[in-house]
């Protein structure tokens, strides 16, 4: 008998606070419907001057998101072309804003601009640049802002490093950069 009254004291008493939690589905309704869970987002400062730099960004859960990065960028006369999969955590439990840790894996290209040579007699062509492909990965912190009232302005702005896995011999004789430091500040659009 005293067993059966605390289980509906127990009863009686707990039903007001899950009352207040609200279903999982409310939950999960507010997450998904009051924030956008996807971006596509460029480098406009780049971008006028004629190189690339932008992403489109997924969020998988409350702390995660997969992004598909891809740049064309000069860096120490050469241009690096890379494609990147990135996977982020928001240690803030608010996917796609606020601080963001990310890894990425990928393929980079570094191609080594064309030489010009000195010429005491004609003809004279300059010397071909080369090209070196190879895997990649990278390391970034960023933060992200969404702005305006429906908060579908990205903003973000972070850096980090990239190793590019040359083949060592061919990396060390024609002089690239096997680590690099990146950049982001990028402007995109937010949505459902």
Known sequence: MVACALVACACI?????????GSLRDQTRSIRGGTPSRIIAVNP?????????????QRLAANTSLAFAGSYVPFNSRDYTNLD???RLYPDDRALQGLGIAAGVGVGRARQNDQDVVCIA?????????????PTFSIEAHYQWL???????????GGGMKRYYFDEQDAEGRGVSRLLPTGRLTIGYAFR
Do not use: D, M, W
Not at 45 to 57: D, H, K, N, P, S
Not at 124 to 131: A, E, L, R, S, V
């Open 13 to 21: 008493t707990s039903t007001p606070v899950l009352r207040a939690q």
């Open 85 to 87: 999969l990135k996977l």
């Open 122 to 134: 004609a003809p004279c062509n300059p010397i071909p640049g080369k090209t070196l492909t190879a």
């Open 147 to 157: 702005l305006g009232a429906r908060r579908s302005t990205a903003v973000t702005v």
């Open 45 to 57: 400062i780049i971008l006028l001057a004629g190189y690339v730099q932008g992403e489109f960004e």
